[in-house]
């Protein structure tokens, strides 16, 4: 099933061309032997630097430090969401971060699979014991209302059942708790939207059996 069209303004399809320039120069720079094709990449890899910087209000020393260790093929960076429900409310946590709420999960580890990231961030953020159960979702993050990012990203959705432990906080959690749909906290809409956690309502619901993606 396919999102809704996220409609772009001036700002951000210039984020989204920046983003597109430095993936360019990424994979030119990684299979280029030409010096002066390395010279015009990298010159592409700067003004697409300092495009972030303004379009994300990011300092410029901040963009570098994202993208100085970037090589290989430019590929995009894979967010899972631990989805875990319980008497029609579903599980979210307190980042400290930003101080709203979203579901526990983070950034994808190499070495790890999707399902078990789910379980380590939802023991690490939220204190219990989780198995990993079914994909409810892959959402590209262009096609929902987050905020800018300097970064192209996947958020994959999981659903999970909870099999032991207690709820607590965790390092980058202050608080964890149960939500209905109609109560849901202030979210991080830079980690979940209210369209995505209503989507997944949607499953136990029984308004929704496929699996999302864009």
């Not at 307190?94 to 579901?103: N, P, V």
């Not at 262009?142 to 432990?165: D, L, R």
Request: proline share 4%; aromatic share 10%; net charge negative.
């Amino acid at each position: 099933m396919r999102g809704r069209k996220v409609v772009k303004t001036l700002e951000t399809k210039w984020l989204d061309w920046a983003k597109q320039l430095q993936a360019i120069a990424q994979i030119g720079l990684t299979y280029s032997k030409d010096v002066y094709d390395v010279e015009r990449y990298e010159q592409i890899r700067q003004i697409s630097m300092e495009m972030m910087a303004q379009q994300t209000n990011t300092e410029m020393a901040t963009i570098k430090k994202l993208f100085a260790n970037e090589t290989g093929y430019a590929t995009p960076k894979v967010d899972v969401r631990a989805v875990i429900f319980q008497e029609n409310k579903i599980l979210m946590v307190k980042e400290t971060s930003d101080g709203c709420w979203a579901l526990p999960g983070g950034w994808a580890d190499v070495g790890l699979s999707p399902g078990e990231i789910a379980v380590k961030e939802v023991k690490e953020e939220a204190g219990i014991d989780v198995k990993a159960g079914k994909l409810l979702g892959v959402f590209d993050k262009k096609c929902h209302p987050h905020p800018p990012s300097p970064y192209h990203v996947y958020k994959i959705f999981i659903q999970c059942e909870m099999i032991g432990g207690e709820l607590k906080e965790g390092i980058e959690t202050s608080a964890v708790g149960f939500f209905g749909k109609d109560e849901l906290p202030p979210l991080s809409v830079a980690r979940n939207t209210e369209s995505q956690i209503k989507r997944m309502f949607q499953y136990i619901e029984g308004k929704q059996e496929e699996v999302y993606f864009d």
